[in-house]
């Protein structure tokens, strides 16, 4: 049968990506040997390094003075590796979800901490507007798409200081104005790769204003210095991503995947709205996640949660069972997902509403 994947992360890849990651762990660009197995500094690996890099430049159309690095670690070191490097005094947060609060939790064990505002009292269910971004601040961090919760800030924000942004979810997901960021970052393994590469746009000029001694693996100078080559790189996840990059450029690039996106959410929101037995968790349609789609079962139907898991199962659809904070359901769409898994997924609520009521 075939599976219809909406796992949150590690997430569905593109058919192209694991083909050639399967070719590549048999004879690695043609040298007889496995990418599992060959050195990091051979002229093949650095081939794809460099590739990788300069993909993820023209895709995202990132400007002049931006290095693009594959850390390890995931985004979650990245929340300490950020107050690390960029905060003296004070920062700024959006507090929008699990995963800001926990970049949150980190930068306070190194500065003051404004959160200029937190969507928390609603769990976490909107974005909010209108707040204040402190100009005293280092920098300003927000989580482009909240992963868990299924909001989005679907738009690139002004900020009159540094931006750092949360992408895990949604790098590549839209154009991006890089311009109006000092720093995008996020783990791989939602929109890109497989797990064990953390991406990070960085804004060089940015770096250097801190008095702390920063380690040597968290100084992002160092990776900066060395093409993200000071130490072994993960390089079977490099090598993954790259062709996930090479499916994205022969697919319309960023832009062909916005509108692919805005099909396949549109799709299954309308659906959520117009059946009886389901709700959006995010009321707000402009605050609604076009990669993570959360909703739950209405009231007078909750007690057939569990029938349902069991009937998309067998049609195979896996991954739909909601986070645990939020319940209900989570039906990720990203990049790789197709049109026709969404029309599956909707064509079973559509059944299950004929079956139960
Ligand atoms: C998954 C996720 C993380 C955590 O990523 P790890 O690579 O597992 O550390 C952080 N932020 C967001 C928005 C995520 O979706």
Redesign the pocket.
Known sequence: MKKHNFY??PSILPQFTIEETIKAIENFSNTGLSVLEISHRSKEFVAVMEESQQLFKELLDIPEGYSVLFLQ???????AMIPFNLLNKKAAYLDT?A?SS??IKEAKALGDVDVVASSKDKGYNYIPKNYVIPTDADYFHI??????AGTEIKTDIDSPIPLVA????DIFSRPVDVSKYAMIY?????NLGP?GA?FVVIKDDILGKVDRHIPTMLNYQTHIDKGSMFNTPPVLAVFSALQTLKWLKENGGVKGAQKRNIEKANLLYDEIDRNKLFSAVVPNIEDRSLMNITFVMNDDYKSHEKEFLDFVDERGIMGIKGHRSVGGFRASTYNALPLESVAVLVQAMKDFENKIS
Not at 186 to 190: D, L, N
Request: no cysteine.
């Open positions: 949150a992360g670690g995931g985004a979650s070191t990245q929340f979800g995963w926990k970049a989580t482009t798409n909240n992963t868990i949360d992408m895990s979810s996020g783990g791989a393994q939602k797990a953390t």
